[in-house]
């Protein structure tokens, strides 16, 4: 039982290239959100899917796009990344308490 | 728009002393949770509040949820230096199970010999 697994550990990209965050949780929840966290501002939603087919934007959703895969995987898209969005990208998935369960996410810096 | 707002956002303490932590939010929840994060590291649930005057406890750490108040407490008895991380607390303003949590901007507590 792994629960919530990211892929890539790490990234550098250079300003206008694309790249596309992985994320599987294998604990059988609906609900999976992406974050991102910099320093002092604590975390906050990029996207979300309360179910397998939907997805829904959330605090800070520009510059992103977002795919539920499955009821496993939920996948986070830079299409064109910016040095604003230097961060760490966590992705986490959620029991039917609320509790949320975050994979070790990914650290991304853009030059 | 739901804001959570943590104080304080950094603490200092010595060993064995006693420190709270409030997380104060603007909106109508009786769903909260603590999480501790360790630098470089993920984030851990420590504790999930469901309802008002709920009260969990594990091992120095106390949590409690007043949702008249909105707000929750963490209590911290006797400190010792494993409890050095940051803590989040996170509220849930939506409806239904979407779940969807708004996070304070941590508190950072370094517990000192």
């Known amino acids: 039982n792994a629960g919530v697994t990211q892929t890539p550990k790490f990234q550098v990209l250079k300003t206008g290239q694309s790249m596309t965050l992985q994320c599987a949780q294998d604990m059988n929840h609906n609900s999976m959100y992406w974050y991102r966290q910099d320093p002092g501002m604590g975390l906050r939603l990029i996207y979300y899917?309360?179910?397998?087919?939907?997805?829904d934007k959330g605090e800070v959703p520009n510059g992103y796009n977002v795919s539920r895969l499955n009821k496993r995987e939920f996948s986070l898209r830079l299409e064109s990344a910016a040095p604003s969005q230097t961060s760490v990208y966590f992705c986490?998935?959620?029991?039917?308490?609320?509790?949320?369960?975050f994979g070790p996410g990914t650290r991304l810096t853009v030059t | 728009e739901l804001k959570v707002e943590q104080n304080p956002l950094f603490l200092s303490m010595q060993e064995g002393k006693n420190y709270t932590i409030y997380c104060n939010y603007s909106t109508t929840s009786d769903r909260l949770y603590w999480y501790r994060q360790d630098p470089g590291k993920s984030l851990e649930s420590l504790f999930v509040l469901l309802s008002n005057g709920a009260v969990k406890q594990e091992g120095r750490l106390m949590a409690s949820l007043d949702t008249k108040a909105r707000l929750s407490t963490l209590h911290i008895t006797a400190a010792v230096h494993d409890l050095s991380a940051t803590y989040f607390c996170?509220?849930?303003?939506?409806?239904?199970?979407?779940?969807?949590?708004?996070f304070g901007k941590g508190t950072l507590l370094t517990v000192n010999p």
């Open positions: 996170a509220v849930d303003g939506s409806r239904g199970s979407n779940y969807k949590l708004t």
């Open positions: 899917s309360a179910s397998e087919g939907t997805t």
């Open positions: 986490a998935s959620s029991s039917n308490l609320g509790e949320q369960y």
